[in-house]
């Protein structure tokens, strides 16, 4: 049984190839899936009045009213898959990190590389038109494989 981390981009969370290689990944293994939701974050903190921000690391989340927001759409992402893949063998998680009583939005694509180390297989998947760059940013993560659908 090895340890696997998956880590999908929000805008794949539905696809059936997606949910086909979840399912089959954890018949067997330990899987630890990070749910992502870029592209339905930044639309939630539009419609909610926000600017959107970047740094290096990702998207800059400040206000309590934009970690609420965030935090509301990645709970919702982590339902969607756990009602599509119901596994014991699955763990799913956001990625939000908690330092005391800080949380922390980091980028999931982030959250896999501080993750590296613990595990045997690593899998992001995207949407085809982003693979050139997710492999880019991947390049020094030799366990890493993006794979685009």
Request: with cysteine; glycine share 8%.
């Amino acid at each position: 049984m090895k340890d696997i981390l998956i880590k999908a981009s929000g805008d794949v969370l539905n696809n059936e190839k997606f949910i086909k290689f979840v399912n089959e990944k954890a018949k067997q293994n330990k899987v630890v899936a990070i749910c992502g939701g870029g592209t339905q974050i930044s639309e939630a903190l539009i419609k909610a009045g926000y600017k959107i921000k970047y740094d290096a690391l990702g998207r800059i989340v400040r206000t309590q009213g934009e970690k609420r927001i965030v935090k509301k759409v990645l709970e919702k992402q982590k339902r969607t898959l756990n009602k599509i893949i119901n596994s014991k063998n699955l763990n799913i998680v956001i990625p939000i990190l908690k330092a005391g009583t800080v949380e922390a939005h980091i980028n999931g694509d982030n959250l896999v590389k501080a993750y590296y180390l613990g595990f045997d297989m690593i899998y992001v998947f995207t949407l085809r038109n982003r693979v050139t760059r997710k492999k880019e940013s991947f390049k020094n993560y030799p366990k890493v494989k993006v794979l685009g659908i």
